[in-house]
Every structure is written in structure tokens, then in C-alpha cells.
């Protein structure tokens, strides 16, 4: 997790998010945002911590200013063989994100052991971006990678990475209500241990069966949510590890306050029986002014 030093509304990302709320140039309520962004941040790390989850939290820089940096998944992601993969991003005051100290503090802070860089950024001078683990989403148990087709989302560049990778591609179109392309797949899908949730209505008729289907065929349940509950972020969420010397291990699923309020009661109750717990964090203020939720904020790693 990367703690923010200048959250903010981004214009350069706002143009393709439909997620994100307008912002403004006040200076005076610029900066409480970015504070109560901050204390957003902080609460959710101590909450992560508190329940047995490793959390590596990197200081953001101080210049120049990153209003998204406190979404580090679209720019990195860290695989069990010691893959670091950098990608393409959209937007050019978020390229300044990609910083070797994060990389430097992860493997320090977790072990994480560096065998290999998949550097994809070089495809932004042909203006094709990829952006992590927001335009994929990622069946590592059948090595399926899920991607929705939007100005973030290059097939060309998302074929490379399944090549270089070693998993099977699914692109699929998908857009919200007024026909505007789903900026980023993990706010549709999610895919955990025993549950795959996903927006059907918002992917394309042409797609809809097949995508449905390939999920059920990895032996998950499909729960479906609405626009409604998408636009809660519903579908951004993410189930990560941890242990107690009870329990042993066990599975946690993350999620907003904003989207656990969205959720219907029976499709919470499905999401409540597929993990061993439910943690729901209070980030409006993040997720209102960056257009992103608890699984934009995550960049797992995985140790081999």
C-alpha cells in the first residue's frame, strides 16, 4: 500500500472514470480532503494489521505531486516466481508513481525475491496501456486473466502480458449504463476462492454467456450484481491471506463500507459464506475523489 502525501481529484483520469466525483480548486478543502483521505488510508492499513494480514505501507514522495498514488495495483503487481511487471498507464501524472522504492521496500520489508522484470511501460510512446491489476483480473488457481476492453485496457498490450505470463486470456466488452466503457475490470469482476462476482449486465450480450460460463467452469459461484451495486464498488474487492494459531489459515474478503451498504442482504450472505471473514472500511472520501475502492489501494504479493 503506498500512503498518499497529495490525494486529490485527478482531471487527467477523470475523462475515462466515471466513478470519480468532480473535484475543486479550492486550496483550503483540496487539503482537507487530502487529510481525510490520509486518515482513510491509515484506519485501513491499522484495520488489515489488526486482522493477521501483512501490510507493507510505502511512503508516498512529496514531488512531484501524485493525486493517485494510493492506487499503486495499476502500476506494479508481484508474482510467486519473482515477477515484477510495470505497466503503461494512462494518464502521465501517474507515471511519476512508478518508483523503484516501493519496489526496494518490498523486498526488503517481505522477501519478496526479484527474479525477473516484465517491463510493459515502453508501449505508452504508442499510447496502448495496461494498467495492472485493474485492467486484469486474475484466476491464478486456472491461470484465466479477465479483461475489459476501455481506453486503459489494450488488447495488443494485455495478449503480451498473457504470453509472457502464462495465462489464458478473456477480453470482453463491457460499459455502464449510458454505454461508456467500464474503465477498469476489477470494478466488474471480482474472482475470490469460491465466489466470482460479477456485473453480468454491464458486459456485452455478445460476451455475457461466455464469460458467465468460464467463470462457473473454474468450480466458483457466480454472484451477479447490478449497476447499481457496481457504481458501490461492489465488485471491488479482494480476498487476501492471513493466519492464527487457532484457525491456521484463513481467507479474508475486503471490501468498502460504501459497497457492503449496496449489497443486497441475500448476496452479502452468499459473500459471507464463501471466506472465513468480512472486513468492510470506511474510505468514501477515497473513493468519491479518486474513482477507485479497497482493490485499486492493494497491490498484492505473492511469495513463492
Known sequence: MVRPKHFG?????????????????????????????LREFDAFAAAL??????????????????????????????????TVVLYPMYAENRRTERRTEVVDAVVRETGFKVRRILDLTGHEKSGRFLEGTGSLVLDHTTRVAYACRSPRTDQAV?????????????????????????????????????????????????????????????GREVL????????AFAGNMLEVGSWDEYLGDFNILVMSETARHALATSKYKRLYASVDAVLAVPIEIIERHGGGSVRCMLAEIFLA
Open 224 to 231: 451477479e450484481i447490478d449497476h447499481a451495486e457496481m457504481r
Open 49 to 82: 494489521a489488526a486482522e493477521g494480514v501483512g501490510v507493507c505501507v510505502v511512503a508516498d514522495s512529496d514531488a512531484p505531486p501524485k493525486p493517485d498514488a494510493v492506487f499503486p495495483n495499476n502500476w506494479v503487481s508481484f508474482h510467486a516466481d519473482g
Open 9 to 37: 481529484f485527478n482531471s487527467q483520469t477523470a475523462g475515462t472514470n466515471r466513478f470519480q466525483q468532480a473535484g475543486t480548486e479550492d486550496r483550503v478543502v483540496s487539503h482537507e480532503v487530502a487529510q481525510r483521505a
Open 158 to 218: 494485455a495478449q503480451e502480458w498473457a504470453r509472457e505470463m502464462g495465462y489464458e486470456l478473456e477480453l470482453f466488452t463491457a460499459t455502464d449504463e449510458s454505454g461508456t466503457p467500464i474503465y477498469h475490470t476489477n470494478v466488474a469482476l471480482h474472482v475470490g476462492t469460491r465466489i466470482a462476482v460479477v456485473a453480468l449486465d454491464a458486459i456485452a450480450p455478445a460476451d455475457r454467456a461466455r464469460i458467465s460460463e468460464r467463470l462457473a467452469a473454474s
